[in-house]
C-alpha cells in the first residue's frame, strides 16, 4: 500500500508557477511509474504528466507540453511538477497516482484506470 500526499498548490495570476511536489509511503517508490492528473469542476479526470520508474522518459497531456515538467527523485520518494506560464484554464485539483504494474520499465500510461493508488489532491488557481 502506498500512501501518496501532495502540496504546493495555491492562487497564482496567469503567466506564473507553480511547483507540486507529491511524497510517497509505504512502498517502494521506484518500482512505480508516476503520473499526475487534474480535474477541474464538471469535467473529467484529465492526464497532466508521467513519469517512468526511474525519472528516464516523460511524457505529457498536450495542452501541458513545454509549460509543465515532471521529475522524480527516488532518494526521496516525491515527484514533483513544474507549471509555468500558467493559465486560468490549469485551474483545478491536482492529483498524484502511482501505477505498481507499468508494461515496461519505460511506461508511464496517461490512464487513470491504470493507476492503483492516489493522493488526496491539491487546488491550483490561475486568476486572470
Known amino acids: 500500500q502506498v500512501h501518496l500526499v501532495e502540496s504546493g498548490g495555491g492562487l497564482v495570476q496567469a503567466g506564473g508557477s507553480l511547483r507540486l511536489s507529491c511524497a510517497a509511503s509505504g512502498g517502494t517508490f521506484s518500482n512505480y511509474a508516476m503520473g499526475w492528473f487534474r480535474q477541474a469542476p464538471g469535467k473529467e479526470r484529465e492526464f497532466v504528466a508521467g513519469v517512468s520508474r526511474g525519472g528516464s522518459r516523460t511524457y505529457y497531456g498536450d495542452s501541458m507540453k513545454g509549460r509543465f515538467t515532471i521529475s522524480r527523485d527516488n532518494a526521496k520518494n516525491t515527484v514533483y511538477l513544474q507549471m509555468n506560464s500558467l493559465k486560468p484554464d490549469d485551474t483545478a485539483v491536482y492529483f498524484c497516482?502511482?501505477?505498481?504494474?507499468?508494461?515496461?520499465?519505460?511506461?508511464?500510461?496517461?490512464?487513470?484506470?491504470?493507476?492503483?493508488?492516489w493522493g488526496q489532491g491539491t487546488q491550483v488557481t490561475v486568476s486572470s
Open positions: 497516482a502511482a501505477d505498481r504494474d507499468p508494461p515496461t520499465y519505460l511506461s508511464a500510461t496517461n490512464y487513470a484506470e491504470d493507476y492503483d493508488y
